[in-house]
């Protein structure tokens, strides 16, 4: 791999520079499917062309940090690299689809637009926080159709602690109609209650409106029901679209609002799901912001849109399927630096769009590189809670946990069920962490895990796994000349202090702390 | 005399706050965070004729104002009452320590739907915002760990989340999580940020991103807490051995020392989160160490602020989320220990134009009850923004764009500390 000759290696550079622009980019763009039959359309007429696909260093990385919320390890990456197979990308999406990280990470996600979390503003608590968080990630591991997961959202009665889905109305910010509607209105239709007609979003409480709460002797259960005397006559309610049901006194309205939702109005529900999904695999949304689906708010692409939400219902709402969708299409595959100089490259979805990871991402990669895990714990609210060693942070169910990481990161407070809650903004106060903490120096140079990466091995093996380990890929001629100039080739490369030093340069590159 | 006018008229103006009450405008605030509610007899309420199953037989002292006497647990502070006043008529009857600091630190009851920011974070803000703060350090710091009961900036951005130093002022090197790490010298941390910027393959292949741009700008900030001046306040070898003394050394006398550093330094907001005060068991044992490094701490924090001209432009306050319970639970597993109690709890004020030298408010022989003048989280908190230059009524910026003010409208004036509140030629003396 390494070049030992001057000669060769500038060559080699030259080619490189000629052939591939950059260490981010790899084969051309073709046509996979449906999705990027319409961007190529889109970007034609705005007289843009694709950017070439990524590298396979860069997809690696990409696919599993998308997919899992977590780097791939040094030998996944090197594997990868390696292999020949012309159809690995898609063996690689099979594995990470199937794999226990991915429901981790996807629950993550669902639990941040439902709210998951023990205390402020609403009170969960914790052992129904790990109720419901655990329901969720069965639902994404087992794949339940998403139509289903809806309807069990809608329809749950029962213990917060038994039948965990009712903490979908103990998620509201009071058991008000109207607010258990506004959660509803976002979660499935990504739509703001707020900014409906009264009229609309009184038609839409009134589903809720038979929904009742009480206590049980058990100390924070709480049984949400629905009450059949609440009503004493029959009653004509009506749909976010303006359709009409009839149901009788004594009968509960959530069934029938689930059957609505599923059915008349599924285009709603699953144009918010792809739309979400989107969302969440670019950093943008065809409608963008994703939560504020309405009119006025006109999508990038309306036919892509329609692409996505019948696929996503003719796949009887596989959640999976929809994902795999998207990732395997060319332009999701497209390289983070072409068209570089084009203004509306990521508007347009003419490039991958860089932007920084999730806070809890972070946390799970430099544990990945250092070997050391973080521990959590909550004094909110008693019960005290602790997570045993060696949890990934992408795993926490509460989002009450207290960590002062993943608050200066910016993980969703949780409070709203708005996507911006996230905020993946990088400040001040991050890079101080990344470029001065003690903490870090410490972890990383008392690693044993570096310690056997350095132990009787050569200097260039050395540097190669640390470019595999922090960034899923080797070295490219640029970055060896500037390390043949820092670490010469002929002296010693095994020394803790080395090891670790090259090991911070790289956590503290942009290419460590944004998805690419 | 014209030129101090002048001053707090021009600092008014830019504050954007009406002259006409003239009120004297603290520059910092250091809150002293009692961590699971600290004993209001035991401490600055005592009630010598209550009883051993009340006061354990600890007696009350005079302190250096006549007519007021402390627990003789805190001899030091005993000589400097003329700078503290105490107000012995807390209350919220909140119980739970989540809710009670929520309380005590927003002047709200939760239950509303909205997470309020704390008070560090809104007075923190004002600075910023009015033009008051522009110091590299960030304008509100938890010494040393944060409260992590809630989410102390609430709804505003998390650049108004306190940042926790982490580290022990009273080790050899006071490490400070991202600023001060051991064994980074200026030539190492400059050799590696030229070698980062050498490795920079992403940036440089696009060059006109501006979320890698951000990554840039936010790393020269860094870059200038790293190594510029602003991190010397958390150099605490910097001071005199005897100074150093005087706090006493341990984690909070150095943390007292700490946070008079970084007033020096300008910052807002500090809080020192003392933590070891939800003493249910044997409370006896552990108040006889915590107390006298309180008493030591406060005392030299408060004499040295006043000595340095520092405490009428600092308020220092001191507080629990709630006190203890009175009545002493001698029975197992217990042993001597004291119950979470917010009926009636004391809290001190000091400096930045509040007066020293009062008592606000009474509590019945055993401070069980409030007898006088009750206070509630609001009232306390509504003049400490008001003392700090953040009218208290003033309307609250919030992503929701709801009609919110600093502190809850119904609290509107009623029940602050006016009775305490220096006037603007007080202050000038």
Known sequence: MRLGYVGIFLM???????????????GTFVEQNG?????????????????????????????????????????????????????????????????????????????????????????????????????????????????????????????????????????????????????????????RFELWPEQKRKNLAEFFSTVRFKKSAEWKEEIVYHDATAWTKTRILTFPDGSQVTIEAGTDPRPHLAAWICGKGKKDLASAAVNRTWFWLFGRAIVNEADDMRPENPPVSKVLLNYLADEFIASGYDFKKLCRLIVESSTYQQSPTGNAENPDREKLFAAYPVRRLDAEIICDNLSLITGVQDTYSSVIPEPFTYIPYGQKAVAIAD?????????????????????????????????????????????????EKLKKLYTGRSRDEIIDSIYLLVLSRYPSPSEDAVLDKTYPKRGRFNSRDAVSELTWLLINTKEFLFRH | MNKIVLFIAVMMIAANIHSADALPRARSVIEIWMWGGPSQLDTFDPKPNAGKDYNNGLKAIPTNVPGISICETLPLLAKQADKYSIIRSMTHGINGHETATYMMQTGREPGSGIVFPSIGAMIARAKIENGLYKGKLPAYISLTKNKGRFSECGFLSPRYKPMATGGNPNSGIFQVEGIVARGMTPERIARRKKLLASLDTLGKALPNNQELKDFDSSGDDAYELISGDAAKAFKLDLEPKGVRDRYGRNTFGQACLAARRLVESGVPYITINAQGWDTHKKHF???????????????????????????????????????????????EPWNGGRGHYARCFTSVVAGGGFKGGYVVGESDERAENVVSRPVYPANLLGSICELAGLDPDSPLANPMGLDLKVMPESDKGKGRLKEIYKNAQEIKK
């Open chain 1, 12 to 26: 080699l550079s030259a080619f490189m520079r000629l052939s591939a622009s950059d260490c981010y980019t790899g």
């Open chain 1, 35 to 191: 999705i990027d039959r319409e961007f190529v359309k889109l970007w034609e007429s705005r007289g843009i062309k694709p950017s070439p696909l990524c590298s396979d260093g860069v997809f690696v990385r990409r696919i599993c940090i998308d997919l899992t919320g977590e780097a791939p390890d040094a030998t996944l990456a090197e594997k990868f690299i390696k292999s020949k197979k012309n159809d690995k990308r898609s063996i690689l999406i099979d594995r990470l689809l199937k794999s226990e990280s991915f429901a981790d990470y996807w629950s993550m996600k669902y639990s941040d637009i439902l709210r998951v979390k023990s205390e402020f503003p609403v009170n969960l608590w914790p052992n129904a926080v790990q109720a419901y968080h655990r329901w969720i990630r069965d639902a994404v591991k087992t794949n339940m159709p998403y139509n289903k997961f809806v309807t069990a959202l809608i329809c749950s009665s029962g213990s917060n602690f038994r039948y965990p889905a009712v903490n979908f109305y103990r998620s509201a910010k009071s058991h008000d109609p109207k607010a258990i509607a506004g959660i509803a209105a976002l979660a499935f239709m990504g739509q």
């Open chain 1, 399 to 447: 989002g009450s946990i207290t960590s002062s990481f993943l608050d200066s990161f910016g993980r969703s407070a949780r409070d709203s069920g708005y996507l911006s809650e996230r905020n993946n903004k990088v400040t001040a106060a991050q890079r101080l962490f990344l470029l001065n903490s003690s903490d870090l120096q410490r972890d990383l140079y008392r690693s």
């Open chain 2, 285 to 331: 044992d552990a108040m006889k160490r915590q107390l006298a490094e309180m008493d030591q701490g406060i005392s030299a924090l408060l004499q040295d602020l006043s000595e340095r001209g520092l405490l009428d432009t600092t308020i220092v306050w001191w507080s629990g989320e709630f006190g203890r319970t009175p009545k002493i639970d001698w029975s």
